[in-house]
């Protein structure tokens, strides 16, 4: 089993920033891909951005040059840097892990919310 740990969510203003934080605990074995994903009211929740133990990235074409991923392995800590915020980015934010891909657990998720 894998506990995931969000912080970071909020309020802001279109073109702000906000900084996601995750904090995995357990078997950190099972950590080797970490992701951010979304849900808007009435959509599905999609993969905004992930990364491998190794360091490699994927992220949502709508947010690419907006949004980093980073991680820190030792820590077992992902992060979700967001700038350059749009309204249609509002959504609660939910961490995932699994061995291949991350959705095998998830955080409790957080919201984040850009006013216009």
């Known amino acids: 089993q894998v506990q995931l740990v969000e912080s970071g969510g909020g309020l802001v203003q279109a073109g702000g920033s906000l900084r996601l934080s995750c904090a995995a605990s357990g078997n950190i074995f099972s950590t080797n891909v970490m992701g951010w994903h979304r849900q808007a009211p009435g959509n599905q929740r999609e993969l905004v951005a992930s990364?491998?133990?190794?360091?490699?990235?994927n992220y949502l074409d709508s947010v690419k040059g907006r949004f980093s991923i980073s991680r820190e392995n030792a820590m077992n800590v992902v992060y979700l840097q967001m700038n350059s915020l749009k309204p249609e980015d509002t959504a609660v934010y939910y961490c995932g892990t699994g061995s291949v891909v991350p959705s095998d657990y998830w955080g409790q998720g957080t919201q984040v919310t850009v006013s216009s």
């Open positions: 990364i491998t133990r190794g360091g490699s990235t």
